[in-house]
């Protein structure tokens, strides 16, 4: 075929689009391997097939492929059998199949159950002959495996089933139809009269014995590293738990779930800098949201009091352990809440979502730097730890801050460059103070919550275990740093807003909402203010937002939970990616894009 693009080529057996000096040296090697198997076929082969897997296991994983492809293109051709069947009906799954026939004393060791057929389907992962009339395969699905024992003495068809068994090699998905049985060492077994192919495996399946230890490839290639990893599978049966908890939770409360738009001509409802869309049809710029929370309040004041959405976000911001571009959000919004509504609902919830996880307990651990290094315990017992922000700056820095009512100003601004400066805190531009003063927070208040704790909530150091309490103790966030929270009501310049943090990152935020479009108009233009300051993160005003509140939005308590930094918590992952089926990576740098199709 001719190159579709400038020095490229389809390869005839693999479909790859390759460079020509690629194909030639192909090419020769498959004449060279042509030769050597004529050779081969001249001289008896072992009975058992033995020399062919022995073989097999010496070659590189491009002979494998090739070798594997002519083999089963060669099936495809002769349908002797189809390796690509339309259905294969499966009577009974894996895990069904251990708990009926696994129970003690229902088989005895080399004994099979009689009048009984069952059908599996799962993948192979492991190859066992003992002599030429017997194997043993591990039969792998649904996080289960039992063994096939697959003697000859058992087929319908001997010809055929032998013929059958010279197909299969570890990684294939096969179907087997057979009889519970248990081997002479008493391992469950199902004794086949007849097994099929379903779907080969072109590649060579890693070793079960040493597993997939490159972790670029366990993460592009996540398929592969679900075949061959039970640690993966349980992360992702833990996270789809999490967010069921989570709904489950919310609906209990009398909260309804909703959608809202993805991509908007405004990127607004958190400090975050967008991704950038087009929509050809209408030729406008749109952004994909950093939030769903202007959305969920307009909901608010149409009068659906309870409400919240779980869904994608994305954010165009760096990559690193803690942080994806795009991320799974939970957010909710209550009328007739305030933050202190809010705090408890965040305590009672994730409370017994561990006891949920853990069978009853409420602490777990994390390692922030992989198994066998720092242990750090979490305890979930509510009531939590709180930290007022300014109150804990000053205890650690040993100084008395503004007036929270000046901390928008310049002065407050040089108060707070000296203090980062002094103590070595590092602060890109812009130098606001709202970045300020998150970054001080990130060095010394952050790093104090393993457990989890509040920061912004009343009185450092100090336990509230009442409503009352919490009304008695001052609440102190910011208002510079929280342009869609409520004023404190009786600290100026501060906001009734509190962080939870857990293993010193923030899992969740929430705020008794400004509901107030009057002071909404003058927060927003503030933050356009910030945005010409070369503020990236700083939100746009939202006219139809103002325009929502001006119909009355009820008092107001809001929360977010970024769900995938929790899952990394109650997984014991200390990479974001290993909580993400497809997490962000950077692209492959090479000569050529190979697909199997061939298309670039």
């Not at 869609?484 to 969740?508: D, M, Q, T, Y």
């Not at 497809?582 to 199709?597: D, L, N, R, V, W």
Request: hydrophobic share 35%.
């Amino acid at each position: 075929m001719a190159s579709e693009g400038a020095g490229i080529h389809k390869d005839p057996v693999t479909g790859e689009m390759i460079s020509k000096s690629e194909l030639k040296r192909r090419e020769k090697q498959r004449e060279k391997e042509a030769r050597k198997s004529e050779k081969a076929a001249a001289t008896p082969a072992a009975q058992d097939g033995a020399a062919n897997v022995t073989n097999e296991d010496d070659l590189n994983p491009n002979q494998y492929f090739e070798l594997r492809s002519r083999a089963i293109l060669k099936l495809k051709e002769t349908k002797e059998p189809n390796p690509y069947p339309h259905k294969f009906n499966v009577s009974k799954s894996i895990t069904d199949f251990i708990r009926e026939y696994g129970k003690d004393g229902l088989i005895a060791p080399g004994q099979k159950l009689e009048g009984v057929r069952v059908s599996l389907a799962g993948r192979i992962h492991t190859v066992r002959s003992s002599g030429s009339k017997l194997k043993f395969y591990d039969l792998h699905g649904e996080g289960k495996h039992v063994q096939i024992l697959a003697n000859v003495r058992d087929a319908a068809d001997e010809m055929t089933f032998l013929a059958t068994q010279q197909i299969f090699r570890r990684g294939d998905i096969v179907g087997v139809v057979g009889t519970p049985s248990r081997s002479q060492k008493g391992e469950l077994s199902i004794s086949p009269s007849e097994m099929v192919l379903l779907a080969p495996n072109l590649h060579q399946l890693p070793s079960g014995h040493f597993g997939l230890k490159d972790q670029e490839t366990r993460y592009r290639k996540r398929y592969l590293d679900l075949i061959l990893s039970d640690d993966t599978r349980h992360i992702f049966i833990t996270r789809s738990k999490i967010i069921n908890y989570t709904r489950r939770y919310l609906d209990n409360l009398g909260f309804l779930e909703v959608e809202t738009p993805v991509t908007s001509m405004l990127a607004g409802g958190a400090t975050a800098k967008p991704f950038v869309t087009h929509h050809n049809d209408l030729n406008l710029e749109l952004y994909l949201r950093v939030a769903p929370e202007l959305y969920l309040k307009q909901l608010t004041v149409g009068g659906l009091d309870r409400v919240y959405e779980i869904g994608r976000v994305f954010r165009n911001e760096s990559i690193d352990l803690t942080h994806n571009p795009e991320f799974t959000l939970c957010e909710f919004y209550m009328a007739y809440a305030d933050m202190y509504d809010v705090m408890e609902i965040t305590e009672d919830l994730l409370e017994g979502m561990v006891k949920y996880l853990t069978g009853g307990s409420t602490v777990m651990t994390y390692h922030p730097e992989g198994k066998g290094g720092k242990e750090l315990v979490m305890d979930f017992k509510t009531p939590w730890k709180r930290y007022d922000m300014i109150e804990t700056l000053e205890e650690k820095l040993g100084v008395k801050f503004p007036p929270s009512e000046t901390l928008h100003t310049a002065e407050a601004n040089k108060f707070l460059n000296d203090l980062c400066h002094k103590h070595g805190v590092d602060c890109s531009e812009p130098r606001t103070n709202a970045r300020l003063l998150d970054k001080l927070v990130g060095e010394f208040i952050e790093p104090l919550c393993i457990s989890p704790a509040f920061i912004g909530t009343p009185s450092a150091y100090v336990l509230l275990t009442s409503r009352a309490d919490l009304f008695s103790h001052p609440v102190g966030h910011p208002q510079v740093m929280s342009p869609l929270a409520k004023n404190h009501r009786s600290r100026p310049g501060l906001c009734e807003r509190f962080e939870a943090f857990l293993c010193g990152k923030e899992i969740c935020n929430a705020y008794t909402e400004l509901n107030d479009p009057f002071e909404q108009r003058l927060r927003f233009e503030e933050q356009v203010r910030q945005k010409e300051q070369g503020d990236d993160e700083a939100q746009p005003v939202d006219e139809t937002f103002v325009n929502a509140l001006e119909h009355g939005l009820p008092p107001t308590g809001g929360w977010g939970m970024g769900i995938d930094r929790l899952v990394m918590f109650l997984t014991d992952s200390p990479n974001i990616k290993e909580v993400l089926l497809f997490p962000a990576m950077k692209p492959i740098e090479t000569g050529s894009i190979a697909t199997p199709s061939g298309k670039q």
